[in-house]
Every structure is written in C-alpha cells, then in structure tokens.
C-alpha cells in the first residue's frame, strides 16, 4: 500500500541543558504523512493490510469528538479504499449535526472522508465492546474490521515496533514517548535494547496503562510518569500553552496539547530535577495529533484561555 510506504522520520534537535550535560532530540513521526501522521500511521500499518488481505470492504472503530484516531483511520481508509464507520462518544454531537461538523474540526474532516458517524450516549460508549451493543452495530452495519479505541491491538503494537531505527537504538540512551491506550508505548518497550532506559509518560489519570502496556510486552522495566495529565485528559493549564508556545519559537516544533506538550513539559522537569547523571542523549517520540488544534484552540478561547501560536504552522 502506497500510504505505508515512508521513510523514516526525521529526529530534530530540541534542547540542550548544557550545565547538565542533557541533549533532547524529538522523532518526527508526525511528519510522516499529512493526514495520517505520528504513530496512528504505524498503528493502522498492519490492521488495514489485514483487512484489505481478508476481504473486508469497510473498518469501524470508536473515539471521541477530538479523536486523533477517528481523524487518521477515516484519512487512511479513504487512501486505501475502504469504508470507515466511527462511533463517537456524545449522543448530543448528532443531534445537531450540521453544527457539529461546521465547529469541529476532527470530525468535519473524518465526515469529509467518507467516513459514517454514529454518535451515541457516553453509557453506550463505555458499554461499546459488550455483546449486546456489538450485535447491534453488525445489524446496522453489516460486516466489518473491528479497530479499538485509540487502534491499539497486536497488530497496532507491530507498527508501533518499527518506530524506532537502528541508529536510535545506537545514538540515545533514553527513550520518551507519551502513552494513552498502551499500544505505542509496548512497541517502544518491544524494541530497545538492554541499557536502554524508556519513560512512558501517561495522558490519563490512574495506573491503568501500565497493565495496558503489559498486554503487549513482556518488559516490565519501563518507567511510568503519571504526574504530566495536569488533572485529566484533554485538560491543561496557561503554564502548559506558554510552555508550547515558547518552545515553538525556539525550536520551530510545534507540540499537541495531549500527548507530546505534557511529556516534553514533564521530561524538562525531570531534567531539572536532576534524574539523569552523566552526559545523556534523550530521543521523545513525537506521536502527532496535531490535526487537533485548532478544536483544541477553539475551546481555549471559549474559556477565555491563553491559546496555541502556531496553528497556521501545521
């Protein structure tokens, strides 16, 4: 499949903390394609071959109303030739939807490529993978490809397995990447080698995405950083966004809010910290997202927020 055929990305200088002997470069996964960036392409690498190789003519998965997800697997489908189907956690959003697609960005763009939304109740959505609830949508649906949330499965974790290079593995001795449903993470973890140290920096509140991660790897020396949600997902604080936007004038790489900003926010202060001895060579997994930001900034304003600088960058 043409979609898949990339090269690497490219790692960019991002800081130095000289006084400590600390270098951080960033992975440029979301330059690896414009509309299916960051590990979403690694994570529907592997799925989308098999649903082609067995004969399925469309995909359905799930996600919210910002999902980075929905956004990529629609884009991908499209490129590849397939159906998308995305259900959507808030029944609300679909009751009126005219004004849903013309204020959000994420699924104007997944409706505009062809993907069918089916918005529904946030307790069916928690209920989503139970019998009863998947009997249904084969009913209204059909057959299709099962993808979960977030696209993490094993063969999600395969893709994920390819992100870093030989050289990586050669030049940095730690490796961040932020975590949400695990599947990016167990295929960093999957992939070093011994020495190396990897520090998984989680989106979400709780403990949970350490077993996440365990489903798919059976490493269990990775660090887990839970203090970078800044009280949830989707959440942040004016500290964060100056944080983002500085950076970006410095470096000229603009973060997610989600993923990417909280661990780069989070590692700088582990460095400062003093966590790392010795001359280190830090390399963060950039995991995109940044289709997002402009719902992301749209949101910010309504709440009379410090906003993103860069969106006219990406």
Known sequence: MKLFDHKDSVNQHFKTFEDLNVTIDIKREDLLHKEVSGNKLRKLRYNLKAALDQEYSQ????????????AATAAACRI????????IRGEELGDTLEKTLATNQTLRT??????QLKFVSRKEYREKMEVDFQAQLMLDYGVFYNIPEGGTNALAVKGANEILTSKDLESYDVICVAGGTGGTAAGIINSVNEGHQVFVFSALKGDFLRRDIEKFSSDRSFELVGENHFGGYVRSNDALIDYM???????????????????????EQMIQQGIFNGKTRILAIHTG????????????????RLQLQYEDHI
Do not use: C, W
């Open 80 to 87: 590849v030739g397939l159906s998308s189907i995305g259900i």
């Open 110 to 115: 997944a409706h505009k490529n062809g993907m």
């Open 245 to 267: 936007n500085v950076r970006f004038r410095e470096s000229g790489i603009p973060l997610d809010p989600i993923y990417t900003g909280k661990m780069m926010y989070r590692l």
């Open 289 to 304: 997202g940044l289709q997002g930001i402009p719902g992301y900034n749209q949101m910010l304003k309504k709440k009379g």
């Open 59 to 70: 995909v359905l998965t799930y996600g919210g109303a910002y999902s980075n997800h929905i």
